[in-house]
C-alpha cells in the first residue's frame, strides 16, 4: 500500500467509507467483512461519522476493527456542525470514540460549517488533542473561502484536511480548492469517489472513455475511477463497499497508473470546469 502522512502518521493511499453502513442488522456481517478485507487488503484509514445511522455507523466499524492492532488503523470521524462548540462536542466526541471502541481518533473532522464560530470549533478541537482524545483535526465541505477563513482564525491552520465531494464527473475542486490544498500540503479527501456507485452521475461508468480503458487495461470501471483521483497530487479517495469483493476491487485500483494519453482520454471526455464552481455536496 502506497502511504501519505496525514499528521505525521501513515495512512493508505485509498481509505474506506462507511456510510449507510450499520443501519441494516441483516447485512451487518457482510459489511464487516467487507471492512476487515479492505483492512487486510492495507486499506487502514476508515471515515466515519455520527451521522451516519445516527452512530451505527461508528458501532459497526468498531465491530469490524476489534483484533487489529490499533496503531495501525487510521480511524476519521466527523461531528455535526451544531455540535461542533464547547457546549456538545466532548461529550460528542467521548460518544464516538465508545460506539468506535478506541479511546482515541486519529482525526475528528467538522461535518460542514454551521452557525458555530470557526474559531470555537478550532479551539475545542485543540483542547480534544491536548487531552488526548484525538491526534489531529480537519473540516468536510469547506471550499477554498472558506479554507482561508479558516486559516485567518487562530490556530486554523493546524486543520490538516479537506474532505469534499470529488469524482471523475465532478471536478470543480480542481479549479480552485485542490491547488490550494496542495500549495499548502494538505490533502484532500475525495468522498463519493465513485459517484455512489455511478448513480450521481449516471452515464460515468458506462461512459466510451471509461469502458474503452478499463478494457485495455483489464480494470473494472470502478478502478478507473479511482486511479484517475490516484493521479492527482494529494488526493485519497474513500470508497465506500458493503462487499468485500468490491472493497478488494477498490484495493487493487492502487496498481492502476493510468498513462498520461488515458488521463487525456478522461480529461477529454470528463472536462474540468474553467471558472469557479460551487462545491459540489449529496
Ligand atoms: N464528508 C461528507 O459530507 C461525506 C459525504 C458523503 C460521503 N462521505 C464519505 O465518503 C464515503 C464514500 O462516498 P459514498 O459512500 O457516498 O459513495 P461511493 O464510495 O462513491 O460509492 C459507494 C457505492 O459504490 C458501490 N461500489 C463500491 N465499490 C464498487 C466496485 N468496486 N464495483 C462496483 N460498485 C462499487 C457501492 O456498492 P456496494 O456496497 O454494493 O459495493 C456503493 O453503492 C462515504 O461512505 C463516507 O464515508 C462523506
Not at 505525521?8 to 441483516?26: F, K, S
Not at 447485512?27 to 461519522?49: F, H, N, P, V
Request: net charge negative; with cysteine.
Amino acid at each position: 500500500m502506497d502511504f501519505i502522512t496525514l499528521c505525521g502518521a501513515p495512512a493508505g493511499r485509498i481509505g474506506q467509507g462507511t456510510w449507510e453502513l450499520g443501519v441494516r442488522p441483516e447485512r451487518a456481517a457482510q459489511e464487516r467483512d467487507a471492512l476487515r478485507a479492505g483492512i487486510e487488503a492495507g486499506m487502514t484509514l476508515l471515515d466515519t461519522a455520527e451521522m451516519y445511522g445516527e452512530g451505527a455507523a461508528e458501532e459497526l466499524l468498531g465491530q469490524a476493527i476489534r483484533g487489529f492492532d490499533r496503531e495501525r488503523l487510521y480511524l476519521v470521524s466527523k461531528v455535526y456542525p451544531h455540535n461542533a462548540g464547547r457546549q456538545n462536542i466532548f461529550q460528542c466526541c467521548e460518544d464516538s470514540l465508545r460506539r468506535m471502541g478506541t479511546d482515541y481518533l486519529d482525526l475528528y473532522l467538522l461535518h460542514w460549517r454551521g452557525t458555530i464560530p470557526l474559531a470555537e470549533t478550532v479551539e475545542c478541537m485543540e483542547e480534544l488533542k491536548a487531552r488526548g482524545r484525538i491526534r489531529a483535526w480537519g473540516v468536510s465541505n469547506l471550499d477554498r473561502s472558506w479554507m482561508e477563513d479558516l486559516f485567518r482564525t487562530d490556530g486554523g491552520d493546524r486543520c490538516l484536511t479537506d474532505q469534499v465531494l470529488y469524482h471523475l464527473g465532478s471536478r470543480g475542486v480542481e479549479y480552485d480548492l485542490l491547488p490550494w490544498l496542495q500549495q499548502h500540503q494538505l490533502p484532500l479527501m475525495a468522498y463519493c469517489p465513485l459517484a455512489q456507485g455511478g448513480s450521481l452521475r449516471q452515464e460515468l461508468l458506462g461512459s466510451p472513455a471509461v469502458q474503452q480503458i478499463a478494457r485495455t487495461r483489464q480494470a473494472s470501471p470502478c478502478q478507473v475511477l479511482l486511479a484517475f483521483l490516484l493521479a492527482q497530487s494529494g488526493v485519497v479517495p474513500i470508497p465506500r463497499s458493503s462487499s468485500a469483493r468490491h472493497t478488494l476491487d477498490n484495493a487493487a485500483a492502487l496498481d492502476l497508473r493510468l498513462t498520461a494519453e488515458e488521463l487525456g482520454i478522461l480529461d477529454k471526455a470528463f472536462p474540468a470546469p474553467d471558472h469557479p464552481t460551487p462545491l459540489d455536496v449529496v
